[in-house]
């Protein structure tokens, strides 16, 4: 369900805009003495949840691919050997729809290790750099190196660099790279923000409100809530009895969620590795087959009998509080035929997701809220009773579209198994002609064309099978162009769900730019932007930036887009994780400003420095848009996966710009 409901995401969720510099991850090291002369060197990385830690192996493509993590050890001169490479645990390894491979990263807590054994037996301590990069689900950090320096006697501190060593020459070029960027006034930075979970108790929520009109749930309101303020002798009781109900009905739900956050507690990372499994995929696709046979009508799905009537019989013996309690649950047990499947969809993407426990802790009380609502809202209100529709051969016609919803999410986790494994049985073209079928079959139910086993005459088609029939149909002529080998493929609304463009029946080209005339050079971007009377838009970027690839693909391939960014802007690209060396007269060390040292080495040293220093942000993608005396002619933004939002910040920085 969760795959379906996410559709509406877009709507609900806008992307935070990030002006300051993150550190989501945090180094430690120290030292442990195996033997007289040998020893172990061990390398902590925790890090924020969401973010990622990529593996030392480095790919074997000549793609874009991930930033690997490095490990360097200072011997020189040799006083020390390195006992075997170092080590690093299985972390998680998933296939990649933009980098187009398996990608191996770390999340929470990683711990890396190498074993030394000394040639000279008086070292007293060993210099080692770790040179890393990390990224979320929305952006990603320029690479960055930390050095330790480890004392053979158990002590290791990270070496910050000396700040006397910086030469007036090196305060000359950190100055050289400040702009002196104006217009903070107008548009002033925006504090980076947590991602809410307020967006999955949303649709959890929307969730539990399309259970509530399942022939499982719907009858139950009106005799649940009749039955509380009909039986008490006291009204008052009777609906607080209604009510307290309602809330037993929603703790329950949240409380299902509870075993996650233990197993997540055990190992922060046990989650994300069952998602990534390819049998688990291959499971929920059963599973979800199941249901949707299940919702057809076919069988039902009942936990067995015996629990509901020995959770009855206590309700009704114990009574009070405690016996309201057991009359929820008995209500959890018997629905479940209904909400069983909903509740399945749920599990599934939040295990397939970066949100994890709490995720789906969010989700589940949404979904429990919705199924809470309507017996405290008709227990304050009981008249709103005589308004409810009766219930009819409707409930089962919900039921039934529910189970074509259920068809088509079981294809995308068979989709998700394929890509791992690169099977090629659900190829892009295939997956869309597989929804375009259960959309046809969709909508035939829908206008009474076929029918399931529960289903009544249609003796007139009503105004909801008209308008949903009609909204399906328009959904599938939408899915029609993706069959094709056209530009109209994209299908841009659907991104993420089908499989990706290059995973194609079709012979595909090799991922490429999108042609734009991009500087990496600010200052030759400036002159360009001076000589042709030109706005500036910097787009901060790296090579190995997952959401910066998906913007240029998904965002700046918009034609609107594309056309603004070749004829109205100057653009000037600065990679942050370019590895090229600088002249050795560019080179310099720049004083950061918690205290490290930072030798400016590379491109990507450079560019990363300048973002810094004049934006004071450290994420890619960000984008910014100047005029060529380095006025701000707009917020700066980031990763903006809404085409409409971005095509609008553009358009805002057009007006804002006046030629000189």
Known sequence: MRYFILL????????????????PIKWKANVEKEADDTYILYFEAKLDKGWHLYSQKEAETDEIAPTPTEFSYNNTPETYELVGETFEPAGIEKFDNIFEMDVKYFEGKVTFSQKIKLIDKNLKAVKA??????????????????????????????????????????????????????GWDKFPREDVKDKSYLTIFVLGFLGGLIA??????????????????????????????????????????????????????????????????????????????????????????TLPASWSNSLDSKANSIGGVVGVFFMALTLALVSFSCTGPILGSLLGGSLSSDGGAMQLSFGMGGFGLALALPFGLFALFPNWLNSLPKSG?????????????????????????????????????????????????????????????????????????????????AFVIYLLPGLTNTAYANLKLLSGFPPPLFYSIYEKEAHGPLGLNAYTDFEAGVKAAKAQNKPIMIDFTGWA????????????????????????????????DDRKTLEEQDQFKFLKPDGRVKSIKTIGDKWATFQTLNFENNSQPFYVLLDSEMNLLNTTTAYTPDTNEYLNWLKEGLKNYTKP
């Not at 509406?8 to 550190?23: C, G, R």
């Not at 809330?247 to 922060?268: G, R």
């Not at 910066?548 to 887009?561: F, H, L, N």
Request: aromatic fraction near 14%; proline fraction near 3%; charged fraction near 20%.
């Open 8 to 23: 509406l995401s877009t709507v609900l969720f806008s992307t935070t805009i990030f002006s300051q510099t993150l550190d």
């Open 129 to 182: 750099e770790v040179f890393f990069s990390v990224c979320d689900d929305e952006k990603c950090l320029a690479p960055d190196i930390v050095e330790f320096d480890l004392n053979l006697a158990g002590k290791a501190s990270e070496n910050k660099g000396d700040a006397t060593s910086i030469t007036e020459e090196d305060r000359n070029k950190s100055e050289g790279l400040n702009i002196g960027v104006k």
């Open 212 to 301: 509530l009109l399942t022939p499982c749930v719907f009858p139950m309101i009106p005799l649940t809530v009749s039955f509380f303020t009909k039986s008490a002798k006291d009204k008052k009781k009777g609906t607080f009895n209604a009510i307290l109900y309602g809330f037993f009905i929603f703790a329950i739900y949240v409380l299902l969620s509870l075993p996650f956050h233990l197993l997540d507690s055990l190992d922060p990372e046990i989650l994300n590795n069952i998602s990534t499994n390819v049998t688990l995929n291959i499971i929920f696709f059963v599973i979800f087959i199941v249901f949707a046979i299940s919702f057809f009508g076919y069988f039902e799905i």
């Open 393 to 473: 051969g409707w409930l089962n016609a919900v039921k039934v579209v529910l189970g074509f919803i259920e068809l088509a999410l079981a294809f995308k986790f068979l989709s998700n198994a394929d890509l791992v494994e690169h099977w090629g049985i659900l190829k892009r073209e295939i997956f869309i002609g597989i929804w375009i079928i259960i959309g046809i079959g969709m909508v035939l139910y829908l206008f009474g064309k076929i029918r399931f086993p529960h289903d009544s005459p249609i003796q007139k088609l009503s105004m909801g099978r008209k308008t949903l029939g009609t909204l399906t149909l």
């Open 545 to 576: 930036c997952v959401n910066c690839r998906k913007m240029e693909e998904q965002v700046w391939s918009y034609p609107e887009i594309i056309d603004i960014l070749k004829n109205k802007y100057i653009l000037i690209s600065l990679y942050v």
